[in-house]
């Protein structure tokens, strides 16, 4: 088992910045990468960004590239989120996930982001 715990959203004007951590622990030997999901009120789950384990690439959806930065910690077992030019349309539920061995699925129990003025 794997267990990821999310921290660091909240309330953000539009235009600012937060930083999610997901900090994962138990048998995190054989993941395969981590990634970061959102999912918004009325609205399907989305893939924000992830980042393989091996070698580091990262992905990121259309809607957040060149303001959201994924990155991880190998020491500390923790990936980041770095959100910037936050819009009203971030607003969501931000799950974090691991996928060990390519079969085993893990997820958060989720952080809230809200961004209004």
């Known amino acids: 088992q794997v267990q990821l715990v999310e921290s660091g959203g909240g309330l953000v004007q539009p235009g600012g910045s937060l930083r999610l951590s997901c900090a994962a622990s138990g048998s995190i030997f054989n993941i395969d990468g981590m990634g970061w999901y959102r999912q918004a009120p009325g609205k399907q789950r989305e893939l924000v960004a992830d980042?393989?384990?091996?070698?580091?690439?990262?992905y990121y959806a259309d809607s957040v590239k060149g303001r959201f930065t994924i990155s991880r910690d190998s020491a500390k077992n923790t990936v980041y989120l770095q959100m910037n030019s936050l819009k009203p349309e971030d607003t969501a539920v931000y799950y974090c996930k691991a996928v060990r061995r390519r079969i085993d699925v893990y997820w958060g129990q989720g952080t809230q982001v809200t961004v209004s003025s």
């Open positions: 980042i393989a384990t091996s070698g580091g690439s990262t």
